[in-house]
């Protein structure tokens, strides 16, 4: 088993969407979770980090759940400047949480 | 402006042919790592280190070597470039927040070998 899974899509969505993105890793023990923005041939940047009780950061909600191992990513009302591919990002716990695995991405397109 | 930069952003070599890729972040973080970025395989972590003079391998260290001498510095180097180093490398420094290690990555460097 994969130690972090992301459905690829793409995901093909109009403007004003709302879109989810669910992550599930293998490693119960993971600590930390993040969700990374990366645009096209561009870094990865920090969207948004993921805690227990659940977070939100404008347009856009993350959500853990321990008991079945998944993140999750909503984003309500979707730009066109949304369009990206979205990386799942999981620590495990301890001296090795420094250590970040990546899932490969879901890829989201928003259509005018 | 806090950042990581990398040099060169793109590089085309023939294969045995040794090249260096320099990163440098100027946010005093402890933790920093590359990373080579492949279609279908995401990202996957080459070298970490730690601290100056404290490195360690990641998930796919063979063909490269690292060192951390000072603490915004650290180099990625290929003694004997192949084909298969063909990739996107990025570099990314972090420090520890509240809740894990969030990491900032360089520009990424785009490098083929023929």
């Known amino acids: 088993r994969k130690e972090v899974e992301q459905d690829p899509g793409p995901f093909n969505v109009p403007e004003g969407a709302t879109v989810a993105f669910n992550c599930t890793y293998s490693?119960?023990?993971?600590?930390?979770f993040f969700w990374y923005r990366q645009d096209c041939r561009k870094e990865p940047k920090l969207l948004m980090s993921?805690?227990?009780s659940g977070n939100e950061d404008g347009r856009f909600t993350a959500q853990l759940n321990r008991a079945s191992q998944y993140i999750s990513l909503l984003i309500r009302d979707s730009k066109l400047s949304d369009s990206a591919t979205y990386l799942c990002?999981?620590?495990?716990?301890?001296?090795?949480?420094?250590?970040?695995?990546f899932g490969k991405g879901t890829k989201l397109s928003v259509i005018p | 402006e806090a950042q990581v930069t990398q040099n060169p952003r793109y590089l085309i070599t023939v294969t045995g042919k040794k090249l260096t890729v320099t990163c440098s972040q100027n946010?005093?973080?402890?933790?920093m790592s590359w990373y080579r970025q492949d279609p279908g395989l995401g990202l996957r972590q080459i070298y970490y280190?730690?601290?100056?003079?404290?490195?360690d391998k990641g998930d796919v260290p063979e063909g490269y070597k690292v060192s951390r001498k000072e603490k915004r510095n650290f180099p990625l180097i290929l003694e004997s470039p192949s084909p298969n180093q063909t990739s996107l490398y990025f570099c990314?420094?972090?420090?520890?927040?509240?809740?894990?290690?969030?990491?900032?990555f360089g520009p990424g460097t785009r490098l083929t070998v023929t």
């Open positions: 990314a420094s972090s420090s520890s927040t509240g809740t894990g290690y969030e990491q900032y």
């Open positions: 490693n119960s023990a993971s600590q930390s």
């Open positions: 993921v805690y227990s």
């Open positions: 990002v999981v620590t495990p716990s301890g001296a090795g949480s420094y250590q970040l695995t």
């Open positions: 946010m005093n973080h402890e933790y």
């Open positions: 280190s730690m601290n100056v003079e404290v490195t």
